[in-house]
């Protein structure tokens, strides 16, 4: 085989993976060209430290939503009601620490069981009466956006102790010596560096590298045709290196947020579920073919079941840190928050008939949602405007979706 038909051979086969996984692809870069136009337009200010600190503070309760979103939609499914659920534990959580003095542990406990009895609820009449999951989970919105109002009587809660504002709001201290930031931060030129965070991110960084190496050689003694090196290399320097660059901007500001831990450890063990367990596989092959699944022996009621009480949980667990970011529970905590969480794991590639979609496509969707609010917002856009962009970009993914599905089939 000649040089010249060895380049054409490596050519048209980074044109089929590029085609077969253009969705992928085209999710980070337009996670990456959304941030840099921002970055211009704002004169910088999108990448500031205390901007990044509050894109992940902003944004923490949807990423943590998209996950439970992300396998409702995959099942099948869809759950209109966890803007409401969330606002409605915030208010319980506010009743039972404000008004009744409940420690803020026992709290935090009956929250996220309450969250897993209603999704438990919802869940029921979904999965063993085969009422539409539309229909269940718009009738929980409506129930429990009247419930939060019933329960604050109509009035704002607040303020919560310290301990519980720590779910959103607190920082993890770093462990090394002032007198080592300090001469850290001279060598960059900041006042101090965070050594936990900068040494967490390069952890991170070659941990992302060793795994994708790890699986490379995996997909390659099976005989499996992977991804071609040269892309490998590219994606991985771009990931690294926006993960190095991100973990520098927190350590020159206060380091590590509570939350950012929290999602970071909530995603790997979601994304490791649906690529590596019998029960994330089955919830693929639910939302596939409900039918086909049920006669292969998979108990697809239970697998529904399971979908929605998941969500409630992790619909409560936002609710609290939402609840603790704003230091007060409102009676409209919450509103419209099912929507952006719905609009996030569709930019991220999930399919409205179920079946596909994943966990960090889920986590880009919602970030690219977040970094057009946060940009938006510095530009002194209306929020009529925002609005219509958000639609507008909800759309897209969802044409983009159907599209490459025609183009395939």
């Not at 450890?265 to 596939?288: E, K, S």
């Not at 399919?351 to 889920?362: C, D, E, H, L, R």
Request: glycine share 12%.
């Amino acid at each position: 085989m000649t040089m010249q038909s060895t380049d054409t051979a490596r050519g048209n086969e980074l044109m089929a993976y590029l085609k077969n996984h253009m969705r992928e692809y085209g999710l980070l870069f337009a996670l990456i060209a959304i941030m840099v136009f921002f970055q211009i337009v704002t004169g910088g200010t999108l990448m500031r430290p205390v901007n990044i600190t509050n894109l992940f503070l902003q944004n923490s309760y949807i990423i943590i939503m998209a996950l439970g979103m992300l396998i409702v939609i995959v099942s099948g499914n869809i759950d209109l009601s966890v803007g409401s659920v969330m606002g409605f534990v915030g208010a319980f959580a506010a009743v039972l620490i404000v008004q009744y003095g409940v420690p803020v542990w026992l709290t935090i406990i009956a929250s996220l069981i309450l969250g897993t009895l209603i999704g438990a609820a919802q869940g029921y009449w979904v999965a063993y009466w085969n009422i539409p999951s539309f229909i269940v989970t718009l009738a929980g919105m409506l129930v429990f956006r009247g419930a939060s109002l019933w329960l604050l009587n109509g009035q704002s809660l607040g303020p919560f102790p310290m301990s519980f504002q720590m779910l959103s709001t607190g920082f993890i201290p770093d462990i090394f010596p002032q007198s080592l930031t300090n001469a850290a931060g001279a060598v960059f030129g900041v006042r101090n560096l965070n050594l936990l965070c900068m040494g967490l991110g390069v952890i991170a960084s070659v941990m992302i590298v060793w795994m994708g190496l790890k699986s490379r050689a995996r997909d390659a003694a099976y005989g499996i045709v992977g991804e071609p090196a040269n892309f490998f290399w590219l994606r991985n320097a771009i990931v690294v290196g926006a993960l190095l660059f991100l973990s520098f901007k927190l350590a020159t500001f206060r380091g590590l947020p509570n939350v950012l831990i929290s999602m970071a450890v909530l995603t790997m063990i979601y994304a490791f579920i649906t690529r590596n367990t019998v029960i994330g596989r089955r919830v693929y092959a639910l939302g596939g073919n409900a039918k086909a699944a049920k006669l292969s022996g998979i108990k697809t009621e239970r697998l529904t079941f399971l979908a929605f009480v998941n969500m409630g949980f992790l619909a409560a667990l936002a609710g609290l840190i939402f609840a603790a970011r704003l230091n007060t529970a409102t009676p409209k905590g919450g509103f419209g928050l099912e929507l952006d969480v719905i609009a996030a794991v569709f930019i991220g590639g999930a399919s409205a008939s179920g079946g596909t979609g994943k966990v960090i496509g889920a986590v880009v969707g919602a970030f690219i949602m977040g970094v057009m609010n946060n940009g938006m917002s510095i530009m002194g856009i209306g929020i009529d405007y925002q609005q219509m962009i958000k639609g507008l970009v909800l759309l897209a993914a969802v044409i983009f979706d159907v599209y490459n599905k025609r183009k395939q089939g």
